[in-house]
């Protein structure tokens, strides 16, 4: 009987040090955010801050990025993986929509381009 006592003892404390185990090794918050950070440099870089549509969700990703900061500072681990997956689908659309907007200047421009070619060359429409 003492040994049986010993053996589920000794089986929760392994059941227990691989729990722990499992929760300590996770990434960190540093690691887990590069992603959502990545994404939002993106997004600075190409532009979205000027871009009306754009701007929005770029906002909304640092937004998102400050509140798993908080989250995981309070040990909410899995709403600040939540929210970091957020920010970094925002930071993507605005990447996007920033994308669009400039290939749709660009289009607007060759049009035009094309337009006064005609009128130079003075061919019909």
Known sequence: M??????????SFLLAAA????AASGPTFK?????SKSSISAAEAVGAAKVPSASLYLQLAKEELENARALAAE?????A???????EADAELA???SREQSE?????????RARQLRIDNQLPN
């Open 2 to 11: 003492r040994q049986a006592n010993m053996a589920v003892m000794a089986g």
């Open 19 to 22: 729990i722990a185990g499992c």
């Open 31 to 35: 690691e887990s955010s590069e992603p």
């Open 75 to 79: 040990g909410k681990k899995e709403q």
């Open 81 to 87: 993986a939540s929210m970091l997956k957020r920010a």
């Open 95 to 97: 990447v996007t929509l």
């Open 104 to 112: 749709q200047t660009e289009a607007a421009k060759a049009i035009e």
